[in-house]
């Protein structure tokens, strides 16, 4: 029975941890949770928060929904803030008049952003840079506005003003100090950062105090000490957070003389029955501003509460993170007064800046900055964290693959204490321990122990040690395709291009290990086949490696029938070619639908039908839509500027060039598409594997979106772009997708777990980083010149049509096809209608 209430004061990501770890400890169920939340939704995550600019919805932001407290037992007050608490009698009030008494309050109230007392800060056009409202504020008021600026150079100026610039805008960064994220990198590594951010087409201005706002009730500019002024019709304060601590002082606890409720080891205030953790902790006279920290807290709390001992003694403020496409990492202590040595690595051509700091002596890392290439971030880390030993010559550690051998370091030489994910607080032992309990994969591993699950920045780690750990118990790390093929997907992509072999027995002979293929290789083939020969799938060699959709050119159904969807480009259709449809499922008795990508799919035709009804529809001028294949299925778009009084791009013509020129094209998973007149997105082109949206300028290209069990916005590649720079850009995704994806990997997973990710992406595809685009342009152009329907291809093969019969001896159609009418069409007959017939 539940006897004692913990309320709990906040509900952002650190308040929200701290539910979910009382839920997993209170076993016996002795506690009442309540908890306020002064905002419109449940906790949401803050750290990726500037993904809601590119696509992301409150609801992929959200870290728990709604029914995640309901169903857990948990009261929780949205739209509700605390306003005061009665220690004597302890009460919390809220503004909504609500009462709670508490047996433990948790002040999670997390910090505010602090706002310079500037005049004229007021006007419309100012931002903050804190919540989903903020940046809803900021979109709006972006329609009418040109220029922006952000005060305050930091991580989260950083990501304003990338933000600003995703909007449409004309972007500046206006920073007090005398270099960009000053508190993160040094004078050198600023320098070399200003240069790489104003290269992605910002404005930085350095050493720059704001006396004043500029414009009469709307911002129209601002003034600085210095006596210079920058126009600009939108600012983003992003200047700092300060402590809410406002209940605290009311109700007499110990607040720090600069904010902050001041907490002990465990986490406790000046009132014993009082917690604190997050941003409005004070500990050792410092706050701890990022999220594991906060995570941390919320743990140590929770073990407390139900009964557990834990303390907090400070936390690693080591950070890895992404600005406008550049990797920015610090660790250790970057700014120690102690004697140390100083390795530096400095490349303002490819804008790379890394320093370690070691002791005197050389033999441990002090700390470290990585900008523009932070890929060793990781081992580094654990050096610093861990005091592992350096190797004879460090500066290996940093040096760009394929310079020198670096020396041999990896989670065999860290403790079994090693935080491995500080996000979820995951060592190397549990991660060890959940391997050997039977979680031999990544995602297996990532929902056992959350590791991973926060910011990400620990997963290459945490791979590292899976196949490590795998290794090490014996089980090997296999990435054979199959049991006949000692080669990854890629590896015989590569295979097939580089001798030119265009069919299965000569690969098997050649490359394999032996007997007759299986289920698995022998799609796998056919696929890559087709993806570099542009081979017909349905041709005598390639016959046997298709699976039944393949074989017959059509998606069978559960009845046994098969269902026809000829191409549609652009979901644009004459009326004589709808009438002929129609024709064609009233001839043959097909049940028809509209789909999903603005299309017609005719259900119910039985195999010996199929040419016929492929026949009549390319007399009228149809193809083969590849519904069955893993190949380009739609380009769905809106009626565009053609139209809409909206629209700014003719999204219908150019959906149309799109289809056509990639019909056909087989992959390694299936592709949609879709181009948007404007930003209303009628068209959802964000859910798309490769998505378009027309701007004022050209076309915002999207990539690796899809709907499916696991939905997933696409991610903005590129932006303003014309219509030819736009086309090669999809040939190459497409082509280096189709080339190193492994088999039936959509390109949102493929993209998830590419190294590097979109910026990587973006290196490959526009700056030709790895020397192959000429070879991607060249082999897209191959497949676009070599389009054959297949359907065509199968009805004026007379051998080819002798497959299509459900007997081989007779003409005669499956008479085991049963059929009801439902809503007048046609549906499978149920059992039950079966059994009565």
């Known amino acids: 029975m539940r006897t004692e209430n913990i309320v709990v004061i906040g509900n952002g990501m650190v308040g929200c941890k701290f539910l979910a770890a009382m839920l997993q400890r209170d076993t016996e169920q002795r506690f009442n949770l309540i908890t306020f939340c002064e905002e419109p939704r ?60 508490y047996h433990t309050l948790v002040l999670a109230t997390g910090s505010a952003p602090f706002v310079p007392p500037v005049p004229g800060i007021e006007k419309e056009g100012a931002f903050v840079y804190r919540t989903i409202e903020d940046l809803e504020g900021m979109m709006e008021h972006a329609r009418a506005a040109s220029k922006a600026a952000v005060i305050g150079g930091g991580l989260l100026g950083l990501e304003a003003a990338k933000a600003t610039q995703d909007l449409g805008l004309e972007s500046h960064v206006v920073e007090f100090a005398s270099r960009l994220m000053p508190r993160q990198v040094d004078e050198a590594g600023g320098a070399i950062l200003k240069d790489i951010i104003e290269s992605r087409g910002l404005t930085v201005h350095l050493n720059k105090a704001t006396t004043q706002i500029l414009g009469d009730g709307k911002v129209t500019g601002m003034s600085f000490k210095d006596g210079s002024s920058l126009d600009v019709d939108m600012i983003v304060v992003s200047a700092g957070i300060r402590p809410r601590d406002e209940l605290a002082r009311e109700c007499g606890l110990e607040v720090g003389p600069r904010g902050g409720v001041v907490v002990d080891d465990k986490l406790q205030t000046s ?50 993170l992404k600005l406008i496409g550049t990797d920015v990492a610090s660790f250790g202590n970057i700014e120690t007064q102690e004697p140390h040595q100083d390795i530096v690595l400095t490349d303002p051509v490819k804008g790379t800046y890394k320093r370690l700091i070691t002791s005197p002596d050389g033999k441990q890392l002090i700390g470290g900055i990585l900008i523009g290439d932070a890929d060793a971030y990781g081992n580094l880390l654990q050096m610093t964290l861990n005091q592992i030993e350096l190797p004879e010559d460090p500066i290996q550690l940093i040096l760009p693959a394929g310079t020198g051998a670096a020396p041999a370091f990896g989670p065999a030489a860290l403790p079994d204490s090693a935080q491995i994910c500080s996000c979820e607080n995951v060592s190397k032992g549990d991660l060890c321990s959940a391997i050997e309990n039977g979680a031999t994969t990544l995602p297996a591993l990532k929902s056992c122990t959350k590791a991973g699950t926060g910011c990400g920045g620990c997963v290459p780690l945490v791979t590292n040690l899976l196949n490590h750990t795998l290794k090490e118990l014996g089980q090997e790390v296999n990435t054979d395709l199959c049991e006949h093929f000692s080669h990854t997907r890629q590896g015989l992509y590569e295979i097939v291009r580089a001798t030119g072999i265009d069919n299965f027995d000569t690969l098997l002979a050649t490359h394999g290990n032996g007997g007759r293929g299986c289920e698995i290789c022998k799609p796998a083939v056919g696929s890559i086949l087709a993806s570099v020969h542009n081979d017909k799938v349905i041709a005598p060699h390639n016959r046997k490696l298709q699976d039944s959709n393949d074989r017959f050119l059509a998606n069978i159904q559960k009845d046994g029938t098969y269902s026809v969807v000829p191409r549609v480009p652009g979901g644009e259709i004459t009326p004589e070619k709808l009438i002929v449809i129609g024709e064609v499922a009233k001839e043959y008795g097909l049940y028809t639908k509209i789909t999903g990508g603005q299309r017609i799919d005719l259900f119910g035709a039985k195999v010996n039908d199929l040419p016929a009804i492929w026949k009549k529809l390319i007399d009228a001028g149809f193809e083969s839509g590849h519904a069955y294949g893993k190949a380009l299925r739609t380009v769905k778009s809106c009626v565009g500027s053609t139209w809409c009084r909206f629209g700014v791009q003719d999204s219908t013509s150019l959906a149309i060039e799109v289809e056509n020129r990639y019909k056909g094209i087989r992959a390694p998973h299936k592709i949609k598409s879709a181009v948007s007149g404007c930003t209303r997105e009628c068209a959802e082109a964000q859910s798309k594997d490769f998505g378009i949206i027309a701007t004022e300028k050209g076309w915002n290209l999207y990539l690796g979106g899809n709907g499916g069990m696991k939905p997933r916005h696409a991610d903005l590649f590129a932006a303003d772009l014309d219509k030819d720079t736009l086309i090669k850009y999809i040939d190459r995704y497409l082509m280096f997708y189709i080339k190193t994806a492994d088999k039936l990997t959509r390109t949102s997973v493929w993209l998830d777990s590419l190294e590097g990710g979109i910026e990587h992406l973006r290196q490959v595809i526009i700056e030709d980083s790895l020397g192959i685009c000429d070879e991607l342009d060249q082999q897209m152009q191959h497949l676009v010149d070599t389009y ?50």
């Not at 029914?67 to 919390?92: M, P, S």
Request: charged share 30%; net charge negative.
């Open 42 to 101: 449940p906790a949401y995550d803050r750290v990726h928060l500037s993904e809601y600019f590119s696509g992301k919805t409150a609801a992929d932001l959200t870290l728990q929904p709604i029914d995640w407290y309901t169903d857990n037992g948990i009261t929780i007050h949205l739209e509700d803030k605390a306003v005061e608490i009665d220690r004597e009698a302890k009460i919390v009030r809220s503004a909504k008049g609500v009462e709670v008494r």
């Open 271 to 320: 009132d014993p029955s009082i917690y604190a953790i997050g941003e409005v902790a004070l500990y050792n006279n410092f706050i701890y501003g990022l999220v594991a920290p906060g995570y941390n807290m919320a743990d140590i709390v929770a073990t407390q509460i139900t009964g557990g001992q834990a303390e907090f003694h400070g936390a690693d403020m080591s950070t890895k």
């Open 788 to 837: 054959h329907c297949e359907w065509k291809d199968a009805i004026e093969d007379p051998e080819k049509l002798k497959r299509f019969r459900h007997f081989g001896n007779s003409d005669e159609s499956d008479p085991t096809i049963k059929h009801s009418i439902e809503r007048d069409q046609i549906r499978p007959a149920k059992e039950e209608e079966l059994a009565n017939a």
